[in-house]
């Protein structure tokens, strides 16, 4: 039976006067890949947030692997294996690509000239296998700041790789990148599932590639859980229809 990896259950956070998510439960199962969609503002980001630590919840519970996470702060979530990516990349475009992938590891308490100089044989060539991974070996050696932005999302996908997480949350992993370049993103990520076993959840505003991905997607409109189910549940359901028309 699969293991449900995180659960969360009644959560329920505002901001002031507006209620970003109101009395939210999703399940996310071990090793799949769950979609997240949802008008602009219907409060995604903010469940996001919620799951990684990045503020407290009013009401409800977020477990991961069992265990309740909602009082723990990012760096404790981060340790669990329970990593988040941001729509916009957070790279250091001045460095190069391996330089990159090694600050990715938050455990690092050196200087960056200590980095560099005992920059450990393992973790230099994961940083390695995994550019040649996203498809950047050639370009492991380039600052981050020349790559297009579609290479410079496949390198932050990688640096989050490099921490090796059980679960990693993607916000909106295609926005911005030209379209030739997704469905080689697409491809990593479906790989980062199927042959690293990392369990996925992904913010995602292109239709064609969380239908294309999602074993199970969740709707959310104005703050609360609207539909879940199978993509073609979900590409049938005339609430998310309508919830997209703006009815
Ligand atoms: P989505 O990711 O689906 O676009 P968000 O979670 O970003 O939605 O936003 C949900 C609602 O919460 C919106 O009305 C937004 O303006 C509000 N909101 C989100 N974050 C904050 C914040 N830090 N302060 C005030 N309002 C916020």
């Not at 008008?39 to 990684?52: D, E, W, Y």
């Not at 455990?107 to 940083?127: C, I, Q, S, V």
Request: charged share 20%; hydrophobic share 40%.
């Amino acid at each position: 039976m699969t293991q449900n990896v995180i659960e969360v259950n009644g959560v329920s956070k505002a901001f002031g006067g507006v209620q970003a998510n109101k009395d939210i439960s999703l399940t996310v199962p071990d090793g799949k890949i769950t979609g997240l969609i949802g008008p602009n503002g219907s409060g995604k980001t903010t469940l996001f947030n919620s799951i990684v630590g990045y503020h407290p919840i009013d009401e409800g519970s977020i477990r991961f692997e069992g265990r309740e996470i909602s009082k723990l702060r990012v760096q404790q979530i981060a340790r669990l294996g329970l990593l988040r990516t941001f729509q916009q990349t957070r790279i250091f475009k001045n460095m190069n690509c391996v330089e990159n992938m090694l600050i990715a590891v938050p455990h690092r308490k050196m200087t960056m000239l200590d980095m560099f100089d005992r920059a450990n044989p393992e973790e230099m060539e994961r940083a390695e296998m995994l550019l040649e991974f996203v498809g950047l070996y050639s370009k492991r050696k380039l600052t981050a700041g020349s790559l297009s932005f579609g290479q410079q999302k496949l390198l932050e996908f990688a640096m989050a790789l490099m921490n090796e997480p059980k679960v990693l949350l993607l916000d909106e992993p295609t926005a911005g990148i030209n379209p030739t370049l997704i469905n080689g993103l697409i491809d990593r990520l479906k790989k980062a599932n199927s042959e690293f076993g990392i369990t996925l959840l992904i913010i995602e505003h292109n239709m064609r590639v969380i239908m294309n991905m999602a074993d199970t997607i969740y709707c959310l409109a104005h703050g609360k859980m609207l539909a879940s189910g199978t993509p073609e549940d979900i590409q049938n359901d005339q609430r998310v229809i309508d919830a997209y028309l703006g009815a």
